[in-house]
């Protein structure tokens, strides 16, 4: 994953994901069993525009849930997002991703937002930048190729 330029209240970062379709990459966020494979350890989904969404880490009592705004299936899914552990932080934010067919795979562009100026919200930027990097380092080695 790469982060794209911009400004502090959107984090907008992509990655060509190798060996996957833009149907199967989108399957990886929103069925149970596939998530759980690269992500949370506890995953609750109600998969479809206006479901529901609830992952959690049990060893350290953190979860993250929101609802389902855009669920087109390989080409666009957006949630929200709010954490148990930082309330009102930086909520409410949303994270749209978009799945585009390349030669051999799936590029997927996340933006994350928005955020404010303040030191707290642009910590939580840089948090969450670091763990797309992570978690989506993670989703592309279960296919063949990291991302680009």
């Known amino acids: 994953m790469k982060q794209i330029p911009s400004g502090p209240e959107k984090l907008v970062v992509y990655g060509d994901f190798h060996g996957f379709t833009p149907e199967e990459l989108f399957d990886y966020w929103v069925t149970p069993d596939l998530v759980k494979e690269w992500w949370p350890k506890e995953v609750e989904i109600d998969p479809r525009e206006g479901g529901a969404y609830r992952f959690s880490w049990p060893e350290q009592d953190w979860f993250l849930q929101g609802t389902y705004g855009a669920f087109k299936r390989g080409e666009h899914l957006q949630f929200s997002w709010t954490w148990n552990h930082e309330p ?28 404010t100026d303040t030191e707290s919200d642009q910590g939580a930027r840089q948090g969450n930048l670091e763990g797309w990097i992570h978690f989506c380092s993670r989703l592309a080695g279960l296919r063949v190729g990291e991302p680009e």
């Open 88 to 115: 009102g932080v930086y909520q409410p934010l949303w994270v749209d991703i978009y799945f585009m067919p390349i030669d051999h795979g799936t590029r997927m562009s996340i933006f994350h937002g928005p955020y």
